[in-house]
């Protein structure tokens, strides 16, 4: 499974982006797809995940903000983000698994090649 991810880029505090990332390949064996992202000297932390049913799950303090959304038939999943402060500059990472469930055990899963994020005035 390939993950091409796109729409980073410079934006002003208090604007908007719209991430999008599209799996391609054997995208049968996947079913979650999740955005991650990784500021400098930081670890990579977990945003917004959400399954083929539309299931969603969000890291607490950016549910609000952030919007994960899915088109099955495309295979493509987007994070629009909202109100952005200089803290969310990071690299956005595409991530795909197995799990078709949150409790699931996860078998395998992908990553893309991240798309940098700059909120700066």
């Known amino acids: 499974v390939q993950l091409q991810a796109s729409g980073g880029g410079l934006v002003q505090p208090g604007g908007s982006l719209r991430l999008s990332c599209t799996a391609s390949g054997s995208i049968f064996s996947i079913d979650a797809m999740s955005w991650y992202r990784q500021a400098p000297g930081k670890q990579r932390e977990f945003i917004a995940g959400i399954l083929s049913g539309g299931s969603t799950n969000y890291r607490a303090s950016l549910k609000g903000r952030f919007t994960i959304s899915r088109d099955n038939a495309k295979s493509t999943v987007y994070l629009q983000m909202n109100s952005l402060n200089p803290e969310d500059t990071a690299v956005y990472y595409c991530?795909?698994?197995?799990?078709?469930?949150?409790?699931?055990?996860?078998?395998?899963?992908?990553w893309g090649q991240g798309t940098q994020v700059t909120v700066s005035s």
């Open positions: 991530n795909a698994d197995s799990r078709s469930g949150w409790t699931e055990a996860l078998k395998y899963e992908y």
